[in-house]
T-cell receptor, first 114, second 112 residues
């Protein structure tokens, strides 16, 4: 049971390039999340998807787009990367309907924009 | 913006002592609270969840919740060097949403 799988694990982009971070979960969870983590800033929510077909903005959505492709997959796209988007990105999933359930995290993607 | 506040630390405790980690939150309607542990370079992993006022114990860990004071804490008894990590407090926002907000984390150092 793989849990939450993110690809790639590391990426270096030049300013202005685009890329998509992939996330897939095999736990049949309805809710999925994208967070970024910067030193001293904790985990900040970029976008989340409460269920297949819905997405909502989090705390820091500017410069990002998301797609909930199906129940398993939730991708994060950077259309024109900026150095301020250098960060560690975590995808997470969670069972919907019971707000007491924990979120499970992927292993993270370390993105550097130069 | 609903907030979750933690002291960033580092909190240094000697091996065998009790470590006390604290968290306050602004959303009075929040019902679910989580403590995650994150080792350097790794992803967060759940330590405890709590949603009723009072204490919840699991081995060396005790989570405490006081909704009236909007305060949640984590106690680690008999602290071990392997407990050295960053501890993240997370709160499920009210309103029927699945939105989970994290604090900035407290770095714990257990000194052998």
């Amino acid at each position: 049971n793989a849990g939450v799988t993110q690809t790639p694990k590391f990426q270096v982009l030049k300013t202005g390039q685009s890329m998509t971070l992939q996330c897939a979960q095999d736990m049949n969870h309805n809710s999925m999340y994208w967070y970024r983590q910067d030193p001293g800033m904790g985990l900040r929510l970029i976008y989340y998807s409460a269920s297949e077909g819905t997405t909502d903005k989090g705390e820091v959505p500017n410069g990002y787009n998301v797609s909930r492709l199906n129940k398993r997959e939730f991708s994060l796209r950077l259309e024109s990367a900026a150095p301020s988007q250098t960060s560690v990105y975590f995808c997470a999933s969670r069972r919907q309907g019971a707000v007491n359930t924990e979120a499970f995290f992927g292993q993270g993607t370390r993105l550097t924009v130069v | 913006q609903k907030e979750v506040e933690q002291n960033s630390g580092p909190l240094s405790v000697p091996e065998g002592a009790i470590a006390s980690l604290n968290c306050t939150y602004s959303d009075r309607g929040s019902q679910s609270f989580f403590w995650y542990r994150q080792y350097s370079g790794k992803s967060p992993e759940l330590i405890m969840s709590i949603y009723s006022n009072g204490d919840k114990e699991d081995g060396r860990f005790t989570a405490q919740l006081n909704k009236a004071s909007q305060y949640v804490s984590l106690l680690i008894r008999d602290s071990q060097p392997s407990d050295s990590a960053t501890y993240l407090c997370a709160v499920n926002e009210s309103g029927g949403y699945q939105k989970v907000t994290f604090g900035t984390g407290t770095k714990l150092q257990v000194i052998p």
